[in-house]
């Protein structure tokens, strides 16, 4: 069984500029969540794609954008990039659109300078 | 507005001692309750869980309490072990929606 991956798992990016996340859900699973967390939080939630269709979003501005191919592998894009984006990227999947138990990739460190 | 508090951010524990990592939530909306454990440079790890409907849930070592009523949320891990040593993040997931609000994390460090 495949778990999930996330690519890169370290990014230097400059600020304004966009960035793009990839993650792959394990095997199976039709949905997929991403977190950020910043330095000495817990994660906070992004938003969450169920079967290719955006299904819940936190608190994030729009230059967070997300999507979900039909293989259920997803990314994560953000523009305009600004030093507080700097944070480790979370991407989490899970069977169904529900909330039920989520296995989470390694993380993508994105340092924003 | 942090609706999941771990007011202690870390602990230091002997092995073989039982360590209790606690969190405490705001909302009375929230029915499904989780724990996860995280080591440097992975992705938190699902540990444990426990529905609202139920107070108790055991795992091995590790079992989860819950408190509705004091909207408090537990879990002893017995006994405790080097490896246990990680950050645990306390999760939960509201009856309406399905995204997790997670608390700030405690970083158990067990002793040898």
């Known amino acids: 069984e495949t778990g999930v991956t996330q690519s890169p798992t370290h990014l230097i990016k400059t600020r304004g500029q966009q960035v793009t996340l990839r993650c792959s859900s394990q095997s199976g699973h039709n949905t997929v969540s991403w977190y950020q967390q910043a330095l000495g939080q817990g994660p906070q939630f992004i938003f969450q794609?169920?079967?290719?269709?955006?299904?819940g979003r936190g608190n994030f501005p729009p230059r967070f954008s997300g999507l979900q191919f039909p293989n259920y592998s997803s990314e994560l894009n953000v523009n305009a990039l600004e030093l507080d984006d700097s944070a480790l990227y979370l991407c989490?999947?899970?069977?169904?659109?529900?909330?039920?138990?989520?296995?989470f990739g390694q993380g993508t460190r994105l340092t924003v300078v | 507005d942090q609706q999941v508090k771990q007011n202690s951010p870390s602990l230091s524990v002997q092995e073989g001692r039982i360590s209790i990592l606690n969190c405490d939530y705001t909302n009375s909306m929230f029915d499904y309750f989780l724990w996860y454990k995280k080591y440097p440079a992975e992705g938190p790890t699902f540990l444990i869980s426990i529905s609202s409907i139920k107070d108790k849930n055991e795992d091995g070592r590790f079992t989860v309490f819950l408190n509705k009523s004091a909207k408090h949320l537990s879990l002893h891990i017995v006994p405790s072990q080097p490896g246990d040593s990680a950050v645990y993040f306390c999760?939960?997931?509201?009856?309406?929606?399905?995204?997790?609000?997670f608390g700030t994390g405690t970083s158990l460090t067990v002793i040898p």
């Open positions: 999760a939960v997931i509201p009856n309406t929606g399905n995204q997790f609000y």
């Open positions: 794609y169920y079967r290719e269709e955006e299904n």
């Open positions: 989490a999947s899970s069977l169904g659109g529900g909330g039920t138990e989520a296995f």
